[in-house]
Nanobody, 119 residues
Framework: QVQLVESGGGLVQPGGSLRLSCAASGFTLDYYAIGWFRQVPGKEREFVAHSGGTTYYADSAKGRFTISRDNAKSTVYLQMNSLKPEDTAVYYC???????????????WGQGTQVTVSS
């Protein structure tokens, strides 16, 4: 059974950091690219970062977020620094066979983890 499970979300003050994890099971992570997306109520799911042959970031994430992966542990991470209130969202990881910023190109999805940036 294919599963992606996110963890590491929570409440953090502006300027703080969080590290999200995405644990994959039921498929070989090496063969897939992983993307992180986020969504707030009433808005479309937004691309954040992607890890495949190379890494890509949304402009809002560049310089603050870092995506990394440990294929041996079947886990992808999103290190988020200098967090801002506008980063508040549910964060999802997803698997795709290629790079894309379009969430409809992703095959497998996790259930999401809430990140709240507030003082």
């Amino acid at each position: 059974q294919v599963q992606l499970v996110e963890s590491g979300g929570g409440l953090v003050q502006p300027g703080g950091s969080l590290r999200l994890s995405c644990a994959a099971s039921g498929f070989t992570l090496d063969y897939y690219a992983i993307g992180w997306f986020r969504q707030v109520p009433g808005k479309e799911r937004e691309f954040v970062a992607h890890s495949g042959g190379t890494t890509y970031y949304a402009d809002s994430a560049k310089g603050r977020f870092t995506i990394s992966r440990d294929n041996a542990k079947s886990t992808v991470y999103l290190q988020m620094n200098s967090l801002k209130p506008e980063d508040t969202a549910v964060y999802y990881c997803a698997a795709s066979t290629r790079f894309s910023r379009d969430y409809s190109d992703y095959i497998y999805w996790g259930q999401g983890t809430q990140v709240t940036v507030s003082s």
